[in-house]
């Protein structure tokens, strides 16, 4: 997996620092041949990955989440009294609302669902200053939605492996997801160099403006 930018370098303070949103642009690579070149969106607040950075990653179907997602916590996901499947359906939810949306809407509100999508997997976001908004207008009918029986069936979910080795991506209508394949599903590398990866590495530290 090839980043290699930012959709409109919007940034906005989450979780106390000033950070790009998503989405971010990215070819994937499965092997040597590119399955994929478009929009991919972090579910993953905390993590910080150095720069360049090359790894490898597990690809599964966000309406069938395993062990091998990050965030999957023997099943119980880090969202109280959601398990892991309704946090990733919420999650693949909101990333399909941002895509198809995405030429529409305003800067504020491609934070407001970034923020939403990095809520579910970092509840603690909430009380360092996530905006409201994020919260009642994206997260909350999200996982009422999943909650209900939406399935995220047309994102794929992209760990690194091991998957504490880099942030975890989600793309809407992306690769195809092989199965049944063991752990190196799809095989990611990341060659975030010079610009490309200045510009990712602001997505993660503060930008001071």
């Known amino acids: 997996m090839n980043l290699y930018g930012t959709y409109n370098g919007q940034s906005a303070v989450i979780g106390g620092e000033d950070v790009y949103v998503s989405p971010y642009t990215a070819t994937i690579y499965s092997g040597s041949t590119q399955v994929f070149n478009g929009s991919i969106i972090c579910d993953d607040f905390a993590t910080n990955i150095p720069l360049p950075y090359t790894w490898t990653a597990t690809a599964t179907n966000a ?29 693949a939810y909101l990333a399909n609302e941002l895509i198809a949306n995405l030429s529409t809407i305003s800067y504020d509100e491609q934070a407001d669902i970034s923020a939403a999508i990095w809520d579910i997997f970092d509840p603690s976001l909430e009380s360092t200053g996530v905006d409201g908004n994020a919260i009642t207008t994206y997260l909350n009918p999200a996982l009422t939605a999943a909650v209900g029986g939406y399935e995220g069936s047309n994102v794929t979910v992209f760990t690194a492996s091991p998957p504490t080795g880099s942030q975890e991506f989600l ?22 160099l010079s610009v490309l990866g200045i510009a990712f590495l602001f997505r993660r530290y503060r930008v001071r403006v």
């Open 63 to 91: 309406a069938d989440v395993n062990a091998s997602d990050k965030f999957y916590d023997g099943g119980n996901g880090p969202l109280a009294g959601y398990t892991a499947q309704e946090d990733y359906d919420a999650a």
């Open 171 to 192: 793309v809407v209508n992306g690769p195809q997801v092989p199965t049944p394949e063991p752990a190196a599903a799809a095989i990611l590398g990341f060659d975030l």
